[in-house]
């Protein structure tokens, strides 16, 4: 009975990381908060530091080039998605075994070859859109920001009095180290699954993908008990959706919508 318990706990979820996995709430109280107060930042300025994050990302992760299978299929899915709520995106593609997609502030969206393989193209937007989610919702903003304010950065800004242009090496690294501890409410995660839903609908695609997309991750998250999974996919979801106790009612609330709004379920 306990290592059921044990399982069910380790198997929920994060569904997607964000430019941010999961956030440390005491640490965000004990300095975050006291130094946002302190310190003001322009859009301008925090959207900045995003695009010196995200090309450090980019030089860190192997990015496939526009001829690599993966790109192609990306750019055919994505095509005539080129802004969310004003803020232009870019999409690119790492090529990693793990299962993970995230957007960033700056309309940067990156997704593994990994999620890729896994994945149907309706089940890849639905991922996609609840990326793009969290950026016109201003919450991947939000908690840059707020990673910003509890890394190194903050001395940084503190002891130059305000804006620093330029973000050195270990700053940024303390930032990422901010920004891997960080992770979205459940309410946010909510708004991120409506929005794709609805970002399937419009795109023309059967909105149950969402649902599906987040019982593949279960299942993929849950593979390593199962054994009908790659240990090495089913221990790289299990790493990035380690956290989030509500799974079952986010494909509950998606299977619902699905089902009010009259769609049929894809046999597979
Ligand atoms: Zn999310």
Redesign the pocket.
């Known amino acids: 009975m306990k290592k059921l318990l044990f399982t069910l706990l380790a198997a929920v979820p994060?569904?997607?990381?964000?430019c941010t996995n999961q956030f440390n709430a005491t640490y965000l109280l004990s300095g975050g908060m006291k130094a946002a107060q302190a310190l003001s930042l322009s859009d301008e300025q925090i959207q900045s530091y995003v695009g010196q994050y995200v090309q450090q990302l980019d030089a860190q992760n192997p990015v496939l080039p526009e001829t690599s299978p993966y790109v192609k299929r990306l750019r055919n899915m994505t095509r005539g998605i080129t802004q969310v709520d004003g803020i232009p995106l870019n999409f690119k593609v790492y090529k990693t075994d793990d299962v993970n997609a995230f957007a960033c502030a700056d309309g940067s969206v990156r997704i593994y070859s990994g999620l890729m393989d896994v994945m149907t193209d309706d089940e890849l937007l639905g991922v996609v859109g609840?990326?793009i989610?969290?950026v016109a919702l201003k919450?991947t903003k939000k908690q840059f920001k707020q990673a910003l304010l509890t890394s190194a950065v903050r001395d940084a800004l503190v002891s130059a009095g305000g804006y620093v242009a330029t973000l050195s090496a270990s700053e940024l690294g303390s930032l990422g180290e901010a920004l891997a501890g960080a992770s979205?409410s459940r309410k946010?995660?909510n708004q991120?699954?409506d929005f794709g839903y609805d970002f399937l609908k419009a795109a023309g695609r059967n909105p149950w993908a969402m649902a599906m997309a987040f019982e593949k991750l279960e299942r993929l998250s849950r593979g390593s008990d199962t054994g009908d999974t790659p240990a090495a996919q089913s221990s790289a979801a299990a790493g990035i959706f380690s956290s989030h106790p509500d799974t079952a009612t986010r494909i509950q609330r998606m299977s619902d919508r699905a089902t009010a709004d009259g769609y049929k379920k894809p046999v597979k």
């Open positions: 994060v569904l997607f990381a964000s609840h990326e989610g969290h919450h979205f946010q995660e991120a699954d």
